[in-house]
């Protein structure tokens, strides 16, 4: 036999099949009640622990196991120690984004989208000239600013001067009509 009588110490690269079943029903359900001390989680425990097998099974030829009851234990306990904190974090992540999402439906913040249109393109229109006209090429041709820059034969920094102009200007505008309403 691989295994020495109690299967307490194996050499897991010669393991077969008829010894490896022996080492599951001895261990799997001892595992399985020790990780009842970190959850009450049957199905959790259960996946866990038969996780745990399975990769002891697949990674048998590169394991040098001198204690496989001790493998077998911390194994199972450090998965169920990772499932539940990931269990944590997912549950933390969606009640966030319950939170949000009921925060956005009640929100007394939600906008016309037509009205907003027609008030970005009134702002737009109030634009000095070549504001205007650069803000049209940046944010509706979608040019960058070097090509912006290239095709008006000015600098850069110019483009970006009319850029920022641009946008204050329009944020003003838009915002002092919702403080109005």
Excluded at 23 to 32: A, G, I, K, T
Aim: aromatic letters at 12%; one cysteine or more.
């Amino acid at each position: 036999m691989i295994c020495d009588s109690n299967l307490s110490h194996c050499a897991m690269s010669r393991i077969n099949i008829s010894s490896f079943c022996s080492l599951y029903d001895q261990y799997f359900e001892p595992v399985c009640q020790f990780l009842e001390y970190y959850t009450r989680d049957v199905a959790a425990i259960e996946d866990v622990v038969q996780d745990v097998f399975v990769s002891l099974w697949e990674n048998k030829d590169y394991l040098e196991i001198q204690y496989v009851k001790t493998y077998l234990f911390n194994a199972a306990r450090n998965r169920i120690l990772n499932y539940l904190r990931n269990n944590k974090n997912r549950e933390a992540l969606l009640s966030d984004w319950i939170k949000k999402k009921e925060m956005e439906e009640s929100s007394t913040d939600c906008y016309d989208i037509e009205e907003f249109s027609t008030l970005l393109n009134k702002a737009i229109d109030l634009l000095p000239d070549r504001c205007r006209e650069i803000f049209i090429l940046s944010k509706i041709e979608k040019l960058t600013y070097q090509q912006i820059a290239e095709y008006l034969l000015i600098s850069p920094k110019t483009v970006e001067i009319h850029m920022s102009n641009a946008l204050k200007r329009i944020r003003e505008s838009i915002s002092s009509y919702y403080l109005e309403v």
